[in-house]
């Protein structure tokens, strides 16, 4: 026995001697090493001396490997995503959150407010949910994509820390205010020694007293075009019976034309939310209002609504920070509906502002985008609460250049609408008119019957909508074609 075990440990030693005399192996996570390749590296060569012996026509390269390595260890270069966003368009879809609830289930419960809430965060049951985390550590952290400003992030502070952060940073403080939405002081930093957004983003992280930190985002209005407006008969809404009456709507927009006819009497109030950027659009915003409440010859869904302008788009684009102002105005003015025809990548305090809006009652409508088949979500119709609306043509049909995706929720006439526009009227296409004419829509369903929640309307609309392409929800259509008729007839059975 005692003779074998010596056996045994000689036998381990003299293994132990032999390994320790081999070089070590270099380490390579290159899978498309081949099996000589790798042999060489493991004689001590350095990759690149290895690689051109072993390559036919010596270059250091195998076909469609790409550039020969410069060292043993082939590790990839390293890629860190901080910041929770989609991507461009043109470009395959980030992961995505789970699709937004099935109306037909009901609400879910909303999180208990953090301890020291204020009045914006501990609203009634089903109120505001502004906690400093709940967003950021809800799904894991991806790269900064889509368009923003290059110097600039949007932070929300608590207390007068303002100042003691910029110095901290590095940063100027180029605007501030109180957000009615977010509960919480919105700071617009500007970046003055020409750091990366997603640096400065990184830096602040480690600050408790930065609440949440954004990109200041671009969107976009989802506009794409190019007699009789079409779109009574396809949602079945009596173009005769159609009102609005004192029904508040938010358009949040480019600046409008409030001599054109169709809006005579219209408008209620209007904001600006960039003064110091002139106008020079007025179309886009002009044919959203028309659309939704026009009077006399382009009669809109429901005439007699009340709308609350905000200008928050010139040009075409606008910033996250000038439509938070936007919709902070908005919702002072107690409105029922906020109409949202433009789309931008996920921003959180954008998700937060509609969360808390609908919250407070206010149904959410926006437009799903205008960007193709492959694009990723469109924001804010993408997040939970907003009733993301896509365009149809006159046959049903959708329209070519609209968003998929599971965030999808209603279809609704926008393919070459005859609407007001500047001075006169044009024939539009896009995403945002459909939106328009689910707002005007809805706000039939709310002058039938005022106390009808946002919960309400949004179940009304899925349940009742007429099914486009495959069967039940999908992609393309959402539930299907918004149908008034049959809503107002689903409620009336109840009754």
Known sequence: MAARAVIRFAALLVAAMIIGAVPALAQTNDPNLTQTEIDCLNRGATAADCIKRDTKDGSG??????????????LPALIVDLFPNPIGGGQAPLPTPDPRRDPASGALPPPVPPAGATAIQAAAAGG?????????????????????????????????????????????VRSQRQSQLLGFTLVRFGIPDGRPVGVVLAQLAADGRALRREPNHIYSLQQAATIVNYAFERIALDAKGASGENVRIAVVDTAIDDTNPALSGVIADQFDAMPDVPIEARDHGTSIDGLIAGVGALKGMAPGARIYHARAFEGGKSTIDVILAALDWAAEQDVRIINMSFVGPKNDLLGVACRNARALGIVLVAAAGNNGPKAPYGYPAAFDGVIAVTATDAKNGLMQQANRGAYVFLSAPGVEMVAPSGAGSDVVTGTSFAAAIVTGAIANLLHTAPDRSADWVEKALAATARDLGPKGRDNDFGYGLLDIEAAEAAEAAKE
Not at 134 to 151: H, K, N, S, T
Not at 155 to 163: C, I, N, R
Request: glycine share 8%; net charge negative.
């Open 61 to 74: 390269e195998r076909p469609g490997a790409g550039p020969a390595a410069t060292n043993a260890v082939l």
């Open 128 to 172: 505001p949910i502004v906690s400093p985390s709940d967003l950021v550590a809800a799904e894991p952290p991806r790269a900064i994509v889509g368009d923003f400003v290059p110097d600039e992030v949007l932070v929300t502070v608590e207390g007068d820390a303002v100042q003691q952060i910029a110095a901290s940073f590095g940063l100027e």
